[in-house]
């Protein structure tokens, strides 16, 4: 897949802003006394639904009405973040959302999409069955599947990387969490149109480390679980889209444990007082394993979603990492 040009960026801008103003990136003292090196936070948690993902819905539902004009709706997968910002736009445009989550997923992001007006059905023990039911109530309904990558999402999701680069001229290392692949390749797309030398690094969980796996295979690999409480990246199939991206471009894949991820979540909140759900937190974790190489440098730490569960959050701030939800098939 070819990437979005600068005027492919632009034009995502604007679509994105007639709803929602561009996010904030901040330099916080205390977090860049903790590692030592000058760190600038994009705040996705402060967008509409509190994640980026918001940003490719909107631009998709763009790109949705001028070609299929006709759909009576969408159907999709997703964790919570996806599918909040697909009901947001779907809604908005008169539009059937339904939203398939896996049994046993967070109950406060189910509500959040029905609060966006969602129709939630639940399927499979993991984010990858549900994106396989997904696929078969596109098919019998004549709705419109909306995959976790497309080039209209990537070009909206790129907008955030866009107006990081644009806000901070010199970046050494930009490091991001990678799900199915949509935030990476939206970083990659904005530092190569605006010509930036930036290193993106890419972090996954150990548990859920299939991008891991296939970028030092050099081909894309699945994994047999998605075992880690960051939901955002508890993804087991990649992307080939997405891969042939960010398996060409990222300067490397960073695995950190889910022990790293709550630690993360505690200092954030504590250096900034900013929730962070895990794979928000799981940037600065990297950060944290790569402190001494990143000493003094400039770095840029992707908080892209802030929908953690209460009981969840709990746990972290009391010194706890939350167990992984063992979902089975219904």
Not at 127 to 150: C, M, N, Q, W
Request: contains cysteine; hydrophobic residues 45%.
């Amino acid at each position: 897949m070819s990437l979005p040009s600068l005027n492919d960026l632009r034009a995502a801008a604007a679509t994105v802003y007639k709803v929602m103003p561009s996010t904030p990136q901040y330099v916080w003292p205390q977090l860049n006394s903790a590692l030592g090196a000058n760190v600038w936070v994009k705040h996705e948690n402060h967008t509409p639904t509190g994640a980026f993902k918001v940003r490719g819905s909107l631009t998709f539902m763009n790109w949705l009405k001028r070609n299929q004009p006709d759909t009576p709706g969408i159907v999709t997968a997703t964790r919570g973040n996806h599918g909040q910002g697909q009901a947001m736009a779907a809604t908005a445009n008169g539009l059937v959302a339904k939203i398939v989550v896996p049994h046993g997923n967070s109950a406060e992001k189910n509500a959040a999409m029905a609060g966006f007006g969602g129709t939630l059905i639940e399927y499979g023990h993991d984010f990858d069955e549900a994106k396989h039911e997904a696929f078969r109530i596109a098919d019998s309904e004549g709705l419109t599947f909306v995959p976790p990558y497309h080039p209209a999402i990537v070009a909206g999701v790129a907008t955030y990387a866009m107006e990081l680069f644009e806000a901070v001229r010199e970046l050494d290392t930009i490091y991001v969490p990678i799900g199915c692949g949509s935030g990476i390749c939206g970083i990659i797309a904005a530092k190569e149109a605006l010509g930036r030398g930036t290193e993106v690094v890419g972090v996954v969980a150990e548990g859920a480390n299939y991008a891991a796996k296939s970028f030092a295979a050099g081909k894309l690999v699945s994994t047999d679980r998605a075992d880690t409480f960051a939901d955002g990246m508890a993804v087991r199939e990649g992307i080939p889209e997405a891969f042939a991206v960010y398996g060409q471009k990222a300067a490397r894949i960073v695995e950190v444990s889910d022990d790293e991820i709550a630690e993360a979540m505690r200092l954030l909140f504590r250096t900034t007082h900013n929730v962070a759900e895990g794979a928000g937190a799981a940037p600065l974790a990297a950060l944290m394993a790569e402190r001494g190489a990143m000493a003094g440098k400039s770095v840029g730490v992707i908080l892209c979603g802030q929908n953690v569960d209460t009981a969840v959050f709990q746990a972290v701030l009391a010194g706890k990492t939350p167990a992984t939800a063992r979902m089975e098939p219904a």
